[in-house]
């Protein structure tokens, strides 16, 4: 259903084939993951991705940063004209975040698995946004679509190999000539979090065949970040040491 007038639109997503059903695997692997963050969610105290959190506030703008940096080297001056989706955009957190870069609204999509996420993204984004909720292994929007995919944790949730195929595959159709993935994903298992699966570089190349993938190690481990975040020297200081990242950061260039 389309929201005209001013209202948030959402968007039943229709695959691209629609002929094309998810066969049982992919059934099971999306019901998994909703399953997943479901526990997760009631697990997990809200405070923890909190803005006041010190820990979460370090790493986000970490994040920022190095996101920052890697426009530049791609002499991108603005991202003002620029057709942006976020893969698995749980709240929008990032496509607000994007606002502060001069990303204009109207030009920000997000499509989420969850619809809890997407009715909370609904209340924090801009009725400009555009935000669907739907499986991301079989994008609704055509061809060429974006000049900028976002994504953020999003394959390190998935088990099933021929899904993250699909889903890659998905995002480089969507994705104009020219334009690319920012990526950012665990590189090594969460051993607190078994529904999570670290993506090596190599694996991203893999998934991503024949396209030119520029990763760097970022992110202090999180318990660590969070353990000594009452000291910003500390945490600066381990977060200097590249075995204590956790996290792959950078693009995948179509």
């Not at 001013?6 to 997503?13: A, F, S, Y």
């Not at 942006?84 to 709240?91: A, F, K, P």
């Not at 991203?204 to 190690?217: D, K, N, S, W």
Request: net charge positive.
């Amino acid at each position: 259903m389309t929201i005209a007038g001013g209202k948030l639109r959402i968007v039943n997503p229709q695959p691209a084939d629609s002929s094309c059903s998810p066969d049982g695997a992919t059934l099971a692997e999306l019901q998994r993951i909703r399953e997943a963050y479901a526990r997760r969610q009631r697990s997990i105290p809200a405070s923890r991705y909190s803005s006041l959190d010190r820990a979460h506030v370090f790493q986000t703008d970490e994040l920022k940063r190095s996101f920052v940096r890697l426009l530049r080297r791609r002499n991108a001056a603005s991202l003002a004209e620029r057709r942006i989706l976020d893969v698995g955009c749980g709240d929008a957190r990032w496509l607000r975040a994007l606002g502060e870069f001069g990303a204009e609204p109207q030009n920000l999509t997000g499509i989420d698995l969850l619809p809890e996420r997407i009715d909370l993204a609904r209340q924090l984004c801009s009725p400009l946004t555009t935000l669907v909720c739907g499986d991301a292994s079989s994008l609704p929007f055509a061809d060429s679509s974006f000049d900028i995919l976002l994504s953020f944790t999003l394959v390190s949730s998935i088990r099933v190999p021929a899904m993250k195929a699909s889903l890659a595959a998905e995002m480089l159709r969507v994705l104009r000539t020219g334009g690319f993935v920012l990526w950012y994903d665990f590189r090594v298992n969460n051993p607190r979090n078994p529904d999570v699966s670290g993506i090596t570089k190599r694996e991203v190349e893999v998934l991503f065949r024949g396209r030119r993938v520029e990763l760097e190690r970022i992110t202090l481990a999180p318990p660590l970040a969070r353990l000594v975040a009452w000291s910003s020297p500390l945490l600066n200081a381990l977060s200097s040491a590249r075995f204590l990242r956790t996290h792959h950061f950078g693009l995948v260039a179509k």
